[in-house]
């Protein structure tokens, strides 16, 4: 597969050089951990891989872009994944940044809690990669377990290198991935069995690495 090259992507010389050193999915995330949570403070965003760079924080799907991106320039697939609850619970959906390791499927993600965080190449399916955040995403506030289903992969190839740079191409993504097909991972008779989580877990649920505090978000 063709690389993305440095005059294909609108990016400027130092920005390309940052994606081209996070050249292994760890790389990847340590840089995203390294970054601040984006709190959105002064209204929905959807950053850009190029803005990410600017600002200097991100949350999940400005992550997983930014992720896609490095990924594309070390000559892999540029895809990401949504994760989707339960409608109406209050919660937003997740996207991760997706890779191939030895025929196995792992994810590179954003996120300001303890939990729907990385996950290592050790999935043969997609299905087993996101049945790997079902027991850890849950409402802090009654334990109930949220996730519904997961996405068909969005390789982002096929869109040209306008969401590496434009804020509204990223807009459009985000409306892509929504419109994608989206596989149910719960029957429907099973959700009554489900357990909520336990007090040990909603105490860990409460960790976050981000305060909005921070002046940093």
Sequence with gaps: MRKLGFKE???T??????LKRLNTPIKVQDYLDAL???????GDTHFSPR???????AHCIEGALLAAAALWAAGERPLIMNLSPKMGRGDDDH??????????WGAISKTNHATIRFRDPVYR??????????HEWFLNASGEKLLECYSKPLDMRPLGSSWLTDDAAVWKVDDMLAARRHY??????????IRRADPM???????IEWPRSDPRT
């Excluded at 601040?36 to 002064?42: H, L, Q, R, T």
């Excluded at 803005?51 to 924080?57: A, Y």
């Design 9 to 11: 992507s609108g990016l």
């Design 51 to 57: 803005r990410v760079l600017k600002e200097k924080k």
């Design 95 to 104: 996207v991760v940044a997706l890779y191939r390791r030895g025929g196995r």
């Design 125 to 134: 399916t997609l299905r087993e990669l996101a049945l790997s955040y079902f």
């Design 36 to 42: 601040p949570m984006n709190w959105e403070k002064k």
């Design 13 to 18: 010389r130092r920005e390309f050089e940052i």
């Design 184 to 193: 149910f991972l719960v029957p429907k008779g099973n959700w009554r069995y």
């Design 201 to 207: 877990e909603l105490k860990a649920g409460k960790l």
